[in-house]
């Protein structure tokens, strides 16, 4: 199927459906104090973020056959459906077990809505106009998490229980996607594309995860301490959030301008510049003490993530045989979420906020030079571009 036969509203809809995995968590961080208290969890509210995050890492083999059992489309709208269920039921739940045990599940559809939703755009648009797509994917990401930021800072004003009513948005992309996203043709039984299966692709995508649960671990570890600096330095909770909004709508920026960023340096070129832009935001934060510190910091750490987490994405899907993209999806799925979870524990090094920035900063700077290191190795051999396709396999 030609990507130009693809409705608008299907469009918008597979678009609309990325929104939801960063939505999983955020909707409650408003009104964490009070909705931990009313749940009976007040002692581990940051649990109730964190713990979806876990469930999509340790359900993604399970998605992963799921899909392959019933098809893109067909698992897309499961799990729309469970993820509006598991989600809005939260608020009639009362205890840590009975709540962590839904936040935890709630993390199986997280998996399945990221993986079918991207491998439904994977299999209804090809070449430079899937790339497109998935750079208006993870604009769409950010664009949510300050949509459903904002909405549940609202909610949350009105009453503990309504930021719950957000996750029944996904029955709404349930009802568009049933009737506007089309059902792919079945994949053939071939390499990437049709092409003949090229050597070595397990090793090129262990190599993208790794880089796209790098780029998760630093990116949200600033996410996790910043509030905590700015706290110190006498900011309040609504200015908190809106240098976090910014540094959203900056990674929607980069997400938009990714794909001439991978025309001009390449992937792994772009790749160790996102990692460059983390460290550089990390080393700000780390000596910020005035606003004009703190807005460049969140410039930076906003492009590293636009430039980084949809570009992985997009690795992924083409150094993918067509049997096995879907599992491929669900895998980095687990990457990206998994990365997620582990920078809670950047919290726990020893030292002040200064030295957790500068910590991940140095560890961004091993991404950049772990990331750009493929490219530099194929100059002495006279490549002097990389093709931003079906390379790196």
């Known amino acids: 199927m030609s990507s130009r036969s693809i409705s608008k509203t299907a469009t918008c809809t597979l678009l609309s459906v990325a929104s939801l995995t960063i939505m999983v968590g955020c909707v409650l961080v408003p009104g964490l104090p009070s909705i931990a208290a009313r749940l009976g969890v007040a002692d581990a509210a940051s649990w109730l973020v964190t713990l979806p995050s876990l469930g999509v890492v340790l359900s993604g083999p399970f998605a992963a056959m799921l899909m392959q059992r019933l098809g ?9 459906f469970l993820y509006g269920l598991l989600g809005v039921s939260g608020m009639f739940l009362h205890g840590h077990l009975a709540v962590f045990a839904n936040r935890f599940l709630l993390g199986a559809p997280t998996a399945l809505v990221m993986a079918s939703g991207t491998g439904l755009i994977s299999a209804l648009f090809s070449g430079q106009a ?69 050597p070595g692709p397990s090793r090129a995508l262990l190599f993208v ?76 934060f780390a000596g910020a003490a005035a606003l004009p510190m703190l807005l460049a910091g969140a410039v930076a750490l906003g492009m590293g993530f636009g430039l980084s987490v949809p570009l992985c994405t997009h690795m992924t899907v083409e150094r993918s045989h067509l049997p096995s993209r879907n599992r491929n999806l669900a895998y980095l799925s687990m990457a990206i979420f998994g990365g997620q979870f582990l920078s809670s524990f950047m919290t726990y090094l020893p030292g002040s906020h200064a030295t957790m920035f500068a910590a991940t900063a140095a560890l961004a700077l091993l991404g950049a030079a772990v990331a750009a290191a493929p490219l530099l190795r194929r100059r002495p051999a006279g490549t002097t571009a990389v093709s931003t396709t079906h390379t790196e396999r």
């Open 130 to 198: 899937r790339l497109r797509m998935i750079a208006r994917q993870g604009m769409t990401i950010e664009l949510g998490g300050v949509l459903f930021l904002a909405l549940g800072g609202l909610l949350a004003t009105a009453g503990w229980r309504y930021p719950f009513l957000l996750y029944l948005a996904s029955w709404v992309l349930l009802a568009c996607a049933w009737r506007c996203v089309p059902a792919p043709a079945p994949a053939p039984d071939a390499g990437m594309d049709g092409a003949p299966p090229a």
């Open 72 to 80: 893109l489309h067909r698992s897309l709208l499961a799990g729309l």
């Open 209 to 284: 995860h790794a880089l796209a649960a790098l780029s998760m671990t630093v990116f949200f570890a600033a996410i996790i301490i910043l509030p905590l600096r700015l706290q110190q330095l006498g900011w309040s909770e609504d200015r908190a959030g809106y240098l976090l909004s910014f540094v959203s709508l900056v990674a929607v920026a980069a997400a938009w301008l990714m794909p001439q960023a991978v025309r001009r340096l390449h992937e792994h070129g772009t790749l160790g510049a996102a990692f460059a832009c983390y460290a550089l935001a990390h080393l700000l």
